[in-house]
């Protein structure tokens, strides 16, 4: 399956790139997109993280995240290389509503969305896949696993959060490595998958999907 990209390489592109892709990795507010994308990043992550002060309690509701700390005011960035040239360049998007007017500006030019969800706070999740939406960006869902969070179906989740039934869907510790990675991939699948039916136009719709083993998975190197 996936392989976790290797700390040593560099900020220079590999060879090997063909394709370049920006996907956006959102969320709510304490999900764990900076974590994400710390764990699978081959780059040093780039962030833009602010201390939560006194001001913040007001506007940015801790519930459910007594613990954290710090903020994203604007991007976390970074990047991942998978086989067969393509390299996704990785944007991570504040969740709070404040930073609203940054989201058109970040989403530009993006092709997909990875849409990380904590089941414990389902609610929070939908103003953010509101926004995907309304951007039209394809996406799909990673259920940030936490201890205490209580264990659903996927038809509950699916129904909690509306998706449309070819949205994929995936449980993710955002911390691992190899689970970020798989993550990422399924949002990869959901793209090709897209892509080959829009080419092959409207009797594409009975296309299969294509297996997952086809889909790139990240080099060794």
Known sequence: MASAPSSSNGLHLPDSARELVKILVAGPFGVGKTTLIDSVSEIRPLHTEEQLSEASVAVDDLAGVRDKTTTTVAIDFG????????VLYLFGTPGQERFRSLWKDIAY?????LVLVDTRRIDDSFEVLGLV???GLPYAVALNTFPDAR?????????SLDLEPGTPMIACDARDTRASIDAL???VQHLLTRMGHRSQ???????EP???DTVPSPEVR
Not at 109 to 113: K, Q, T
């Open 185 to 187: 991939i399924s949002l």
């Open 151 to 159: 264990q659903y179906t996927e038809e509950q989740l699916r129904t």
């Open 133 to 135: 939406e309304d951007a």
């Open 79 to 86: 990047r991942i290389s998978l086989n067969g040239g393509i």
């Open 201 to 207: 136009g409207p009797a594409a719709d009975s296309a």
């Open 210 to 212: 294509l297996p997952y």
């Open 109 to 113: 030019g993006a092709l997909g969305a």
